[in-house]
């Protein structure tokens, strides 16, 4: 059974830091992971994604220059690095997994697997 689940979610100010985490058990071939986020009253977003196999990293225009995804393979862990957060990045972050597809996006329909999510909030 495929499991993923997140850590290091919490509170930080404008302009701070946090790292994510995302735990993933289960895969028994090369998967994707995506981070994607959900507002209060808005769509779910995907705002990042690695492909394990070749470290393909993928991110939306709303992240890309501020955020980070890295794998650790040994420990099957991947990570989401967020640099400058706004408070426009408030939100419920959730990883996402799928066995490994070239070429694969960043939307929700993608990915068959999801962790409970993790709050992140960010003051002005």
């Known amino acids: 059974e495929v499991q993923l689940e997140e850590s290091g979610g919490g509170l930080v100010q404008a302009g701070g830091s946090l790292r994510l985490s995302c735990a993933v058990s289960?895969?028994?071939?090369?998967?994707?992971i995506a981070w994607f986020r959900q507002a209060p009253g808005k769509r779910r977003e995907g705002i990042s994604s690695?492909?394990?196999?070749?470290?393909?990293?993928r991110y939306s225009r709303s992240v890309k220059g501020r955020f980070t995804i890295s794998s650790d393979n040994a420990k099957n862990m991947v990570y989401l690095q967020m640099n400058n957060l706004r408070p426009e990045d408030t939100a419920v972050y959730y990883c996402?997994?799928?066995?490994?597809?070239?070429?694969?996006?960043?939307?929700?329909?993608?990915?068959?697997?999801w962790g409970r999510g993790i709050q992140v909030t960010v003051s002005s």
């Open positions: 996402a997994g799928v066995a490994s597809r070239n070429g694969l996006g960043i939307s929700t329909w993608q990915y068959d697997y």
């Open positions: 690695i492909e394990i196999s070749d470290g393909t990293t």
């Open positions: 289960g895969f028994v071939v090369d998967y994707n």
